[in-house]
């Protein structure tokens, strides 16, 4: 056979053999991954219909992404998806169920997705200075993120005005309970009773404050009664509730 002839014979069958469609292993990964896809967006659509039931849409919104579901949920394709619902508490990694039709039957599996959770809280409008008076005008609601901000963050803009700050805050930052001064109702050496509750059993206490505290602070008590010293929390003025013994 001479050359010629050969390189014809070749590229005939090569054009056949692609026109067949047999050779294209790219397309089918290709709808592989879209259908992974489709799934994906349609779980995570409903996990956040799901978010959207516990919470209200104007004080919370969520950023949802995916962290881990199992292959064979994505191999189900977004038609088998029926539902999903919340396992658990809302976290940074947070678990959810999803129900889906599997091989005629209704089956559930568990995944685990992110979830940034936002809120609307008070945030200062310019830079204040440790020491400042906090006033209405230096105040705004504004989204926060509630997983970057792990300290307890004061949600009340009414409670925050008049509060003078222990520590300069940027524009734009929320304000944790931490960032401001307490009026105190309990000073160091002031004669409190400490309530102490056991086994139904209800017994009062006199003792002296050995530290400062605003209301539902724990602090400490020394009782000359007992010679002993206690750590309790302040219910008002003068009451503590026992907490334990030292």
């Not at 990694?93 to 599996?109: A, E, P």
């Not at 009062?204 to 206690?230: F, H, L, M, P, W």
Request: proline residues 2%.
């Amino acid at each position: 056979m001479n050359t010629r002839l050969f390189i014809s014979i070749l590229v005939f069958c090569t054009a056949v053999f692609v026109s067949t469609g047999t050779a294209k292993p790219s397309e089918s990964s290709a709808m592989f991954v879209e259908r992974d896809i489709d799934t994906k967006q349609i779980i995570l659509k409903k996990a956040k219909e799901q978010l959207s039931q516990h919470f209200s849409g104007d004080i919370y919104r969520f950023e949802i992404k995916a962290r881990w579901i199992p292959r064979r949920l994505l191999e189900a394709g977004s038609q088998s998806i029926i539902g999903v619902k919340l396992d658990g508490n809302v976290r940074r990694y947070t678990n959810f169920d999803v129900f889906y039709q599997g091989r005629q039957k209704k089956r559930s599996i568990q995944i685990q997705l992110a979830v940034d959770v936002e809120k609307k809280v008070p945030v200062v409008t310019r830079r204040l200075r440790s020491g400042s008076k906090i006033t209405k005008q230096d105040l705004k609601k504004q989204w926060v993120s509630l997983s970057r901000n792990k300290d307890e963050l004061i949600e009340d803009m009414d409670a925050l005005v008049g509060k003078t700050l222990r520590r300069t805050l940027l524009s734009g930052q929320p304000v944790r309970r931490t960032f401001v001064s307490r009026e105190y109702i309990v000073e160091a050496g002031d004669q409190v009773r400490v309530l102490i509750q056991k086994k139904g059993i209800r017994v009062q206490v006199a003792g002296e404050a050995r530290e400062n505290g605003a209301k539902g602070d724990k602090i400490r008590i020394y009782s000359k009664e007992t010679r002993k010293k206690y750590v309790g929390e302040i219910v008002r003025p003068g009451l503590i509730l026992w907490k334990n013994t030292l």
